[in-house]
């Protein structure tokens, strides 16, 4: 099982059924989506609307934390411009 998959079945089993995931192939910035209520952080500080789940992955032996720290941060700062970006062709903007 790969990375995506693990991310998206935590998903569904933290959030709840209300969680939809993608398969392989072009997923516009997304492992899964949420719409609605969803317990989290905990049933009484619940989530309520539109969620989107996005899974990282980088495997590097040998690599030194500050450099997977940057590189996480950078991965960060694509994806909200790429949801941001006017020309995107990313479906709606994510409120979680």
């Known amino acids: 099982m790969s990375f995506e998959h693990v991310s998206q079945a935590l998903a569904q089993e933290i ?3 209300g969680v939809s995931v993608f398969g392989d192939g072009k997923d516009g910035g997304r492992e ?3 719409e609605g209520r969803v317990p989290y952080p905990s049933v009484l500080d619940a989530r309520d609307g539109y969620g989107v789940v996005q ?3 980088r495997q ?3 690599q030194q934390a500050p450099d997977a720290v940057s590189w ?4 960060i700062k694509d994806e909200c411009e790429a949801w941001l970006s006017p020309t995107s062709k990313r479906n709606r903007l994510p409120e979680y």
């Open 60 to 62: 590097r032996t040998g």
């Open 55 to 57: 899974a990282k992955f």
């Open 32 to 34: 899964a989506t949420f």
């Open 72 to 75: 996480l941060k950078g991965q």
């Open 15 to 17: 959030l709840g059924p």
